[in-house]
C-alpha cells in the first residue's frame, strides 16, 4: 500500500498563547510536503448555549438582528487575531506565510467540525495541540483531540503543547 501524498494540511487553533507552537509545526509540514495549510478556529457550541442560559439570567432580552450583528463582529475579531497570529508566527520566514492559503471559523462541536472541515476541504492531514488556554478551557484540545483521534481516517499531528 502507498503511502497518501500531504497536499493541504488542516491547522485546528483555540487562539491561545501555546497554539502557535502546533502552528509551527503545521507550517514545517507544509514545506516538507510541499502543502497548503488552512487554518481553522471552531466557535465552539456548547460555550454559545452557556452564554444563552446565562443571558436569561441576566434578563437580557436581545433586540432583532443583534444576535447576528454580535455574531458578526465575533467572526471579523477571530478572523483578525487569527490573521495577526499567522503574520507574528511566519515573520521571520515570509515563505512559508505563502502556505496558508485560507481561514476557516467554523460554530459547531470543535471535534465534528474538525472532521467535517478536513473531509470538506479535501485536507490530507491534520495538525492540533493537546490543550489550550486562550479563549477555551483548558482541557478544550485535550478532549477535542481525543474525539477527532476516535473517529479519523487520515494522519493526524498531535503536538503537546509547552506549559506557559
Known amino acids: 500500500m502507498m503511502t497518501q501524498e500531504i497536499k493541504r494540511v488542516l491547522y485546528a ?3 491561545s498563547d501555546n497554539s502557535a507552537y502546533a502552528f509551527g509545526y503545521a507550517i514545517n509540514l507544509a514545506a516538507k510536503f510541499d502543502a497548503e495549510v488552512v487554518v481553522l478556529h471552531v466557535i465552539d457550541k456548547t460555550m454559545e448555549s452557556t452564554q444563552i442560559m446565562f443571558a436569561g439570567y441576566i434578563n437580557y432580552t436581545p433586540i432583532e438582528g443583534d444576535l447576528e450583528k454580535r455574531i458578526a463582529l465575533i467572526h471579523e475579531d477571530i478572523r483578525k487575531r487569527l490573521k495577526g497570529f499567522i503574520d507574528k508566527n511566519v515573520a521571520a520566514d ?71
Open 13 to 15: 487553533t483555540d487562539l
Open 94 to 164: 515570509p515563505e512559508s506565510a505563502g502556505k496558508v492559503v485560507q481561514i476557516e471559523i467554523s460554530k459547531g462541536y470543535p471535534a465534528d467540525e474538525i472532521l467535517k472541515k478536513a473531509d470538506e476541504l479535501h485536507c490530507d492531514a491534520i495538525v492540533m495541540g493537546t490543550h489550550g488556554k486562550g479563549i477555551v478551557s483548558r482541557s478544550f484540545f485535550g478532549s477535542v483531540a481525543k474525539r477527532v483521534l476516535r473517529r479519523v481516517r487520515k494522519p493526524v499531528f498531535v503536538i503537546p503543547l509547552p506549559e506557559e
